[in-house]
């Protein structure tokens, strides 16, 4: 069978390592992945109830709007429900705002990196000239990206917090890009890590320029809201835009089961108070026992962070897996000494800990 050249030199997504994978291979028993960005607490037992419950539906297609989420997710939100989108996890989303605005041949798409891959992987997927900027101190560089912006830039994909630094832009930044833009340029505004990123006094409030003709923002159940496995993300934008992706989704994209845990997750707000509060602990014991082990690492506005073990991090990575703990090398992103680690239970980053000391020597 033929393929165009640039689906032969494409390269499928690497994931972390799964669980058993590892188990298998190892042959051992206990392991942690703390390598995904996944919630370490897992769903809610309300929403675990939920699921068995939405299981006796799936005999059925479902509801193709998400007619009773959308209206659950627009009073929360205090958005029209015509601005709204779900999608098979945030990632069919990025694919269809390919498939729907980027169709011109000469069109380009614009990021810094390193940020999250599927921006990259999809762009090739749909041979896009894809303009990718450093970061400036790991953050994105938005005086560089104004500068890059021309007439043939369709998306500019802007990650807030940014995986894998879990740095922040300034909302003015932000607010030049978009103003720098014409009117056919859409900036995605990827906000993966919201829930998380808000509990920062100085985050800003990007979700007040979703009315803007350009600009869509980015959210998933897949992080905070520990839905990863149903795969459910939504997009907030102006109505034009929505219409737009509606014209190109899958009718059945956001299956039953998906529909029906995150209407539960959504309002189950003390999950979701424990889960930023076991993340906001996580966090301030991993950056005091970095600095106590002399390792750099970038504060995080998210549920990762960016280190810094001075040596190469693909060995440190493969260390790790042998003491069964999974984390992400970041070589593949030109960050040879850096790894990036999920902040896990109490328990999880501990034994991070623990083992990521043997492995440095330190
Ligand atoms: C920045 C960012 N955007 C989007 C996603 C994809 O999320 P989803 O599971 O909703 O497809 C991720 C997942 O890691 C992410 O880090």
Redesign the pocket.
């Known amino acids: 069978m033929q393929v165009a050249d640039f689906i032969f030199s494409l390269k499928p997504y690497e994931g972390g390592k799964p669980i058993d994978e590892l188990k298998r291979e190892l042959g051992i028993e206990h392991v942690i992945k703390l390598a995904?960005?996944e919630n370490p607490i897992g769903p809610s037992e309300k929403v675990i109830d939920t699921i068995k419950n939405a299981a006796k539906d799936v005999s059925l297609y479902p509801d193709g709007n998400a007619y009773y989420l959308k209206k659950v997710l627009s009073e929360k939100l205090n958005v029209d429900e015509s601005n709204i989108l779900f999608?098979n996890?945030?990632?069919?989303i990025?694919e269809l705002l390919y498939r729907t605005f980027a169709t011109n041949p000469n069109d380009e798409i614009l990021y810094c990196f390193p940020?999250?891959v599927?921006y990259k992987i999809i762009g090739a997927s749909f041979n896009k000239k894809i303009v990718e900027l450093p970061l400036k101190d790991y953050s994105y560089d938005a005086d560089a990206l104004i500068k890059a912006i021309n007439s043939n830039t369709r998306l500019i994909f802007l990650?807030i917090p940014n995986?894998p630094t879990g740095t922040i832009m300034r909302y003015d930044d932000v607010k030049n890009i978009i103003d720098a833009s014409g009117d056919n340029t859409l900036i995605v505004i990827?906000e993966?890590?919201y829930e998380y990123a808000k509990e920062s006094s100085d985050y800003p409030d990007f979700l007040k320029l979703y009315k803007l003709p350009n600009v869509v923002i980015?959210r998933?159940?897949?992080?905070a809201y520990a839905l990863?496995g149903l795969?459910?993300?939504y997009a907030i934008a102006n109505s034009e835009i929505i219409d737009y992706l509606n014209r190109t989704r899958p009718p059945f994209n956001v299956n039953i089961i998906a529909q029906a845990a995150a209407m539960t997750a959504l309002n189950d707000d003390e999950h979701l108070k424990e889960t930023i509060k076991i993340n906001e602990l996580g966090k301030k014991y991993l950056y005091s026992e970095f600095d106590k082990m002399g390792i750099k690492y970038i504060k995080t506005y998210a549920n990762f962070i960016l280190f810094d073990a001075s040596m190469d991090a693909d060995i440190v990575y493969q260390e790790m897996l042998k003491s069964g703990v999974i984390i992400r090398s970041m070589t593949g992103y030109g960050y040879k000494t850096f790894l990036r680690v999920t902040v896990g239970t109490m328990q999880e980053n501990r034994i991070f800990i623990e083992k990521l000391k043997k492995v440095l020597n330190v």
């Not at 998933?220 to 992080?223: G, H, L």
């Open positions: 995904s960005n999608g996890g945030s990632d069919e990025i940020t999250f599927e990650n995986n990827d993966a890590y980015l998933t159940f897949s992080k990863a795969r459910i993300g």
